[in-house]
Every structure is written in structure tokens, then in C-alpha cells.
């Protein structure tokens, strides 16, 4: 009895173990960019230098991806990922991409509007506000985030 209840032990904690690692590893994040857009490829080594394994679609079109993923011209931005099933526009910090993926919310995904200086990839002296928003199914928005 106590060997059952011994090899059961290890088989959970096995399992919470392998649990655990697979959630520690984040998936990669498809970058649809410019080929010629320095901010986008600053914004990709933000996202290596937190970890994130990134794989850059250099593109002539970048509005297409953008209207694919059902961004709005008032959620662009110079370039649109792809995470998991979320759609990430413009310049989203890597800890709210995380956030996200941890709180699962039922949303198309996260933009950053524009290019605010200050965003990850727009690193600039003098920063300024902005704000992260959730965009929902239906496309609507709503606050996420601020920096």
C-alpha cells in the first residue's frame, strides 16, 4: 500500500513538474514588419532580451497581416505579431504580452496605437504616457495597461 501511494506521489509531482515547465516557456511570436523599419526591429530585440523567441516575416505589405488579424486604423501600428492565438499591434511591452498569455482573456489580442515614445523599440529620452489596450472580439477596446 504504501509503495501505491508512493509511485502515485511521484507520477503527480512528475506531472505537476512537466506542468510547470510548459508553462514557463513562452511561444514564439510571429513579427509581420517592414524590412526597412528600425523601431519594429528594436521592438523584436525587446521581446529576445525578455526571452521571447521571435520570428521576423519581413514584408511589402504590412497592412495586410494587420487587416487578416481585424486591427482598426485606429489600433495601428508599424507592425503586427502573432502569439498564440492573440493578435499583438504595435509596440506592447513584453510583461503585458506575458500578462496576457498568463490571464488568457477571451480577446483578439493587445495594441499600442501609433508609435509613443517611450514603447519598447521607441526608446527615446524623454517618454511619454501611453496605454496598452485589449481588443475584444467584436473589436472594441479597452484599457489594459499604462506606462
Not at 511521484?10 to 515547465?21: H, I, P
Not at 523599419?37 to 526571452?51: R, V
Not at 509596440?91 to 493587445?110: K, M, N, S, Y
Amino acid at each position: 500500500m504504501i509503495r501505491c501511494n508512493r509511485h502515485a506521489l511521484v507520477l503527480l509531482l512528475g506531472a505537476a513538474y512537466m506542468s510547470t515547465a510548459a508553462l514557463a516557456e513562452d511561444p514564439t511570436i510571429s513579427v509581420y514588419k517592414s524590412p526597412t523599419c528600425t523601431c519594429c526591429g528594436k521592438w523584436i530585440a525587446h521581446l529576445q532580451q525578455e526571452g521571447f523567441e521571435v520570428d521576423a516575416i519581413d514584408t511589402s505589405n504590412p497592412g495586410m497581416a494587420k487587416s487578416m488579424a481585424g486591427i482598426s486604423a485606429e489600433q495601428a501600428s508599424c507592425h503586427t505579431a502573432r502569439v498564440g492565438d492573440y493578435v499583438i499591434e504595435g509596440h506592447v511591452p513584453a510583461q503585458d504580452i506575458r500578462r496576457l498569455l498568463t490571464e488568457h482573456p477571451d480577446a483578439r489580442g493587445l495594441a499600442v496605437p501609433g508609435m509613443p515614445l517611450g514603447a519598447p523599440g521607441m526608446d527615446l529620452p524623454s517618454p511619454q504616457h501611453y496605454q496598452v489596450l485589449l481588443i475584444g472580439k467584436d473589436g472594441s477596446t479597452s484599457l489594459f495597461a499604462e506606462h
